[in-house]
């Protein structure tokens, strides 16, 4: 457990008033509030710890706390035996003294020291809806080729979600009312699931269509011929023209990716011929083909 | 919309201890919108988090009305830009390994 110079973290000396806390604090909230940086995992990092250097610095009697025991937070265990901070716990997680939601947690030493998260009197106390939580799910590309029950744990409960086939990388979905708990009566807060989709070694996606090369003999791309191909719903026969030229593409209807929450249609597949010319050939090969070249 | 998914302005405004004059002037720079049914304001559950939001820059980090629509604003483009960088990021990986 690390011991934070809230202090340092709000950039004030040990003599500052109440006011410059105050002020430190809206001034470094403004900069991290979550609500300023979405999807920065920074700033919320950041504002983590300015929040609870300002729960502890803005409350008279968890500063003379932190002043008296901070470096040897061990010791005020002693000090906290019967003490008034707990009755203060609301023991939601999330909360600054000005009165913002915020999902983020306090640290193990605040947590020690003072006893789960922090809500001091002030004005602005009670609040009317709960807290949004965010999670990242990840798939593989046949996990979101169709559609799937999937549970997941969230802050210690099990949700059963469906998630449609065709969901797309970095898309989020949520899911209403499974987020933290209303207060007072208020609603819960929603639940915001992203999905990061890995990449297939054989199939790439962009939107609803498959991207695949195939490799195609040097016969088979002169001559002609019907080749079978792997698609992400199974295999495929193709007829391939004569004098296929390297790097040609054909595209398949219907055999890309489904497309979200549209059942029954899909993208198209692209494939791109990789013409492979023949390696390790023998003499009368090797004849052959400089007779070709002749002729 | 069903009357389900209001929220009486007056409950929000005593849950949040704000003054509805707050209220007001959000809706009338359009940062949210006000239901009135039977002379009594509604906000849609929809637009609390939007709400909750202004009232965090507001009342927790001292920004006016001004500066919270510039926000807000600023905030729409980011999100804008982010899903621009998620499809083209989704794009580049068609060719990390061709």
């Known amino acids: 457990m690390t011991y934070p110079d809230y202090y340092k973290i709000l950039g004030i000396e040990k003599s500052a008033t109440q006011k410059d806390i105050k002020n430190a604090f809206r001034k470094l909230a403004r900069k991290y509030h979550p609500d300023l940086n979405p999807n920065d995992k920074d700033a919320k990092k950041n504002f983590q710890e300015i929040n609870e250097a300002n729960e502890v610095l803005s409350d008279p009697e968890k500063r003379k706390k932190y002043d008296q025991y901070g470096k040897d937070w061990q010791h005020a265990e002693n000090f906290e035996k019967g003490n008034h901070y707990q009755q203060q716990s609301s023991g939601t997680h999330g909360t600054y003294s000005s009165g913002t939601h915020f999902d983020g947690a306090f640290s193990d030493f605040f947590e020690s020291m003072f006893g789960g998260s922090a809500y001091t009197d002030n004005s602005r106390r009670v609040k009317f809806r709960g807290e949004d939580y965010n999670a990242e799910l990840h798939l593989n590309l046949l996990d979101a080729y169709t559609t799937h029950k999937q549970t997941l744990t969230v802050n210690g409960k099990k949700i059963r979600i469906t998630i449609p086939a065709g969901i797309e990388n970095g898309q989020t979905i949520k899911i209403s009312g499974h987020g933290g708990q209303g207060i007072n009566g208020g609603p819960n807060g929603d639940l915001y699931i992203t999905f990061s989709i890995s990449s297939h070694d054989k199939f790439k996606r962009l939107g609803n269509d498959l991207y695949t090369t195939v490799d195609l003999n040097l016969y088979t791309a002169v001559l002609g011929g019907e080749i079978t191909i792997d698609t992400i719903s199974g295999k495929v026969k193709l007829k391939v023209k004569p004098e296929t030229q390297n790097g040609t593409k054909i595209l398949l209807k219907n055999k890309g990716f489904p497309v979200y929450k549209n059942e029954g249609h899909f993208g198209a597949l692209y494939i791109t011929y990789a013409i492979k010319i023949p390696t390790n050939l023998n003499d009368k090969q090797k004849s052959l083909f400089t007779e070709l070249s002749e002729s | ?98």
């Open chain 2, 1 to 98: 919309m069903q009357i389900e998914d209001l929220i009486d302005i007056n409950e929000i405004c005593a849950s949040h201890d704000i003054e509805i004059s707050f209220i007001s002037s959000l809706q009338k720079t359009g940062l949210i919108e006000i239901t009135t049914v039977d002379d009594v304001l509604f906000i849609d559950t929809g637009q609390v988090k939007q709400l909750e939001k202004c009232i965090h820059f507001h009342y927790d980090l001292d920004i006016n009305i001004e500066g919270i629509e510039t926000i807000t604003y600023l905030l729409d483009r980011i999100t804008t830009l982010q899903e621009e960088i998620g499809e083209l990021r989704n794009r580049l990986q068609l060719y990390e390994t061709f």
